[in-house]
């Protein structure tokens, strides 16, 4: 788990605890498509698996999540969004996630479909993208 004053993986650049963290404790639910998906990053490279269980869609969540421990989530870029804002009731983001496995880098593109589920953005899946 990241120390809550260290950088939040996300890239935002803010402590760790006032950004992400306070979605993963459960203090606030993402107000946006686009923080859902930091967080939801953010949850990939802190291991809490389940945050990101608890935000992916009932109809396409996995029943177990296992992280493979040699995976290093290192950098988010967003590419684009659509949607998602605060009077939305769906959206995509599209992004790369940098990570290293087995001490190799490698990149994660993806476009990534939101939707609002009981007031809260949560992922549905991926829509394919070319790498």
């Known amino acids: 788990m990241a120390s809550r004053n260290q950088p939040c993986p996300c890239g935002l650049g803010q402590p760790y ?4 963290g306070r979605f993963h404790a ?5 107000p946006t498509a686009e923080l859902l ?3 939801r990053f953010s949850a990939f490279a802190v ?3 389940a945050y990101l269980q608890r935000t992916w869609h009932p109809t396409t ?5 296992r992280l493979d421990p040699t995976t290093e989530w290192t950098r988010l ?9 605060l009077f939305d009731a769906e959206g995509t983001v599209e992004f790369r996630a940098h990570y290293t496995e087995h ?3 490698d990149v994660l593109h993806e476009n ?3 939707v609002r589920d009981n007031g809260h953005w949560v992922y549905v899946g991926s829509i394919p993208t070319e790498r």
Not at 26 to 30: H, N, P
């Open 37 to 39: 998906m930091r967080s």
């Open 112 to 114: 990534s479909r939101f």
């Open 47 to 49: 291991g809490d698996t």
């Open 17 to 20: 605890d006032e950004c992400c």
């Open 61 to 65: 969540r996995p029943r177990q999540l």
């Open 26 to 30: 459960g203090r606030e639910a993402a």
């Open 103 to 105: 001490g190799q880098p």
């Open 77 to 85: 870029d967003i590419l684009g969004r659509s949607g998602g804002g």
